[in-house]
């Protein structure tokens, strides 16, 4: 059922969440729209998922009427230490949520929960052809990077992905006792994203806090 004009609330999502982040994950795999992945996700591949990435990766869902019917999460770009502060997201409605700000939401309340974390950018890959997430990341003030040509096979065929990052503060202090702060001000001179930063700082809510959808 499509849902009207009723709230939806955010939260960071803990175990129990695993059975409806699987489900809303495979009707995206479904779509061939979204990622490389062909096999169905278990509830208990989301939920090893969940617990190996902890506190420090957050997962955020949204609900309606006690339902989840969508997700964010975020995981390590890379293991080595000096890109600790990067993170590789994904954001997933169910098929019945979307187009009411609800994917808007959960990436909105995913950035701020990074942030508090110290993360300073997230990136992501995405199909060129994936409007609804092109229109969402730009939205929200993502940089399209670049395309990686023939990425990979989906299918049996190839695909080109279009990468996207967005910057959401200024590294902070690293393990090996490097202090970051202010390294990149000179890069916040851009024009547009260092505008729209400023504005969606102000405006990323904390996932613990109840939000309304348009
Ligand atoms: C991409 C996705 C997360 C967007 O979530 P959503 O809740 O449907 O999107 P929203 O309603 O928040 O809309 C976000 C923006 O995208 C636009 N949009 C939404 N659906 C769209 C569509 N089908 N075509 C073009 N633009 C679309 C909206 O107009 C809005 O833009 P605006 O803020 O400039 O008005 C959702 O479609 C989805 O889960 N898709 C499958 C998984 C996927 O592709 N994930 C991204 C890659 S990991």
Redesign the pocket.
């Known amino acids: 059922m499509a849902p009207s004009n009723g709230a939806y609330t955010m939260r960071l999502a803990d175990l129990r969440d695993a059975q409806a982040i699987a489900q809303?994950r495979n009707?995206?795999i479904e779509?061939r729209?979204?990622?490389f992945l062909t096999v169905p996700r278990t509830a208990g591949q989301v939920e090893a998922g969940l617990t190996e990435r902890g506190d420090r990766h957050p997962t955020v869902v949204v609900e309606r009427n006690g339902l989840v019917v969508?997700w964010a999460g975020v995981g390590a770009y890379r293991s080595r230490p000096w890109y600790g502060g990067i993170g590789e997201?994904?954001?997933?409605?169910?098929h019945d949520?979307?187009?009411?700000?609800?994917?808007?939401?959960?990436?909105h309340g995913l950035i701020g929960a990074c942030r508090t974390r110290g993360f300073w950018k997230l990136v992501?890959r995405?199909f060129p052809g994936?409007?609804?997430?092109?229109?969402?990341y730009?939205?929200l003030g993502f940089r399209e990077v670049g395309i990686c040509l023939r990425h990979a096979r989906l299918d049996g065929q190839w695909r080109d992905c279009v990468v996207v990052e967005l910057r959401i503060g200024r590294p902070s202090c690293l393990a090996n006792g490097l202090v970051w702060a202010g390294l990149f001000t000179d890069m916040s001179a851009h024009g547009r994203e260092s505008r729209h930063r400023a504005d969606f700082q102000s405006r990323v809510p904390d996932p613990s806090q109840a939000w309304t959808?348009?």
Do not use: H, K, P, W
């Open positions: 809303i009707e995206g779509d729209t979204a990622t969508a997201f994904s954001v997933y409605v169910g949520a979307r187009g009411f700000g609800v994917g808007t939401m959960a990436l992501s995405l994936n409007a609804a997430s092109r229109a969402l730009q939205s959808a348009r």
